[in-house]
């Protein structure tokens, strides 16, 4: 496959005044005045055509700049770049010129990429038409919401067809729609096999789109591999890094500034380091929608699969365990930690209700016609049993164990004719 980003050794340094003195001072005797700052410090990376690679990191650790410079927006301070093929950015607020209007920024952006007159002719309409700015297309950008601003962005990225698209943020302003529209959009350069880079605070868009992550820390490279490998870490990371101190941050920055890239795990109290706390719990669970984990061991990432078999089905947790101050849960087919046991899934994964057992009393009752019956209770789509209860309407139900999830109760208990026993909720009863 053929390279089409080189990146190597590339720095970026900025100069941080205190003051406008110090700027001016800083012209007449340079090196004298203001402070060196570095926003990238040796960041190498490579990446193959049709590579869809996510940048993540907290904020200020340098995601923006490395993607401004790729764009040919930003130049480097210092290092090596190469590019083959043309890159295009989408960014919230990238290159777009506020005092011309919609229509002359796209004209002046495609002059800018070096496409000729008839080129532009062609392809304004289109661009216009999938912006969706209506009569604001000949309004002044500055007259535009961040929103619009994007939506005028990413219509001209994706419209002059680029080898290399990079997406920063773009998603995240704007409404609903149009980020769907962007995504389908994205999809289809994916299949087509082009390149993108994908800079996002969202975990869960990174995941799904992304194959490989560029894991950076405060300018620094921390990690370059694939989704399924780096996200869990940097799920991981995140996950202390919220819970440090103000000055922990600070004197981890201070660390990372200085020299090599930290350890997080520095950070923590040495009590609750791979401490493993287990307890008793009587929950139910359903799977999340997005990409998950579970996982054979909490403190084994690399033993997990993928979640995608577990869902719509409801699962009985009798076992809590935190490690690392991070809770999981044991998921089991049975009322059971020992029986039926699945594995552990991380809590913010998860869907969960508290279950008890009311009692084992025999009941009456009849069936109002709605609702569906399940195998287990608080069942999801794939626990369905009958999927219409109402050709069945007061029919007999005899129910013999009652329990309550959340705060619904639910009976389990046969129907009239019916062979096996199903859960149905109490609002379907009487
Ligand atoms: N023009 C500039 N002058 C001085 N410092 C800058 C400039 N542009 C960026 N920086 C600094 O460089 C660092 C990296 O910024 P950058 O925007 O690339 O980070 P980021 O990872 O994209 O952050 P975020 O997630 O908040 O968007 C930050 O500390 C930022 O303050």
Same mark, same amino acid.
């Given at each position: 496959?053929? /390279? ?10 900025? /100069? ?259 401490? /493993? ?154």
């Amino acid at each position: 496959m053929e /390279k089409v980003i080189s990146v190597r050794n590339i720095n970026k340094k900025y /100069k941080l005044y205190r003051n406008n003195k110090e700027r001016i001072m800083d012209l007449v005797f340079p090196k004298s005045y203001g402070e060196d700052f570095f926003a990238l410090k040796d960041v190498n990376f490579e990446a193959f055509e049709g590579d869809i690679i996510g940048f993540i990191g907290t904020n200020g650790s340098g995601k923006s700049t490395l993607s401004n410079i790729i764009a040919g927006i930003v130049p480097e301070s210092s290092g090596y770049l190469e590019i083959n093929g043309q890159a295009s950015l989408i960014a919230v607020a990238s290159g777009l010129k506020n005092d011309l209007s919609g229509r002359e920024n796209i004209e002046l952006k495609l002059l800018m990429l070096g496409f000729d007159r008839d080129q532009i002719k062609e392809l304004e309409p289109q661009i216009i038409e999938y912006a969706e700015l209506e009569t604001f297309i000949d309004q002044p950008v500055k007259s535009y919401s961040s929103g619009m601003k994007s939506r005028l962005g990413f219509a001209i990225s994706v419209n002059i067809d680029p080898d290399i698209l990079i997406i920063d943020e773009a998603l995240s302003v704007g409404d609903k729609a149009f980020a769907n529209k962007s995504l389908n959009k994205m999809l289809e350069f994916k299949e087509k096999g082009k390149t993108m880079i994908f800079v996002s605070h969202s975990i869960n868009q990174v995941k799904n789109f992304c194959e490989k992550v560029l894991w950076l820390e405060f300018g620094k490279v921390k990690k370059f591999g694939s989704v399924e490998d780096i996200i869990p870490q940097y799920e991981d990371f995140l996950y202390h890094w919220e819970k440090l101190s103000k000055s922990d941050r600070k004197q981890y920055r201070k660390l990372s500034i200085d020299g090599d890239v930290p350890n997080i795990y520095d950070f923590i109290p040495e009590t609750s380091l791979n401490e /493993k706390k287990e307890s008793i719990v009587s929950l139910l669970g359903h799977v999340k929608a997005g990409e998950s984990y579970i996982y054979k061991d909490p403190s084994d990432y690399k033993e997990r699969e993928n979640t995608s078999a577990l869902k719509n089905n409801v699962y009985y947790i009798k076992k809590k365990m935190t490690y690392n101050g991070n809770p999981y849960y044991l998921l089991s087919k049975q009322p059971s930690y020992m029986n039926g046991v699945i594995g552990w899934m991380q809590k913010r994964d998860l869907s969960l209700l508290p279950h008890y057992s009311i009692d084992n009393d025999q009941k009456q009752l009849y069936l109002t016609g709605g609702g569906k019956a399940f195998n287990r209770p608080w069942g999801g789509k794939k626990n369905i049993v009958i999927d219409d209860l109402t050709i069945l309407e007061g029919e007999s139900f005899i129910s013999n164990k009652t329990e309550k999830v959340g705060n619904n109760l639910w009976y389990l208990g046969r129907i009239e004719n019916q062979l096996e026993p199903v859960w149905i909720n109490h609002k379907h009863l009487k």
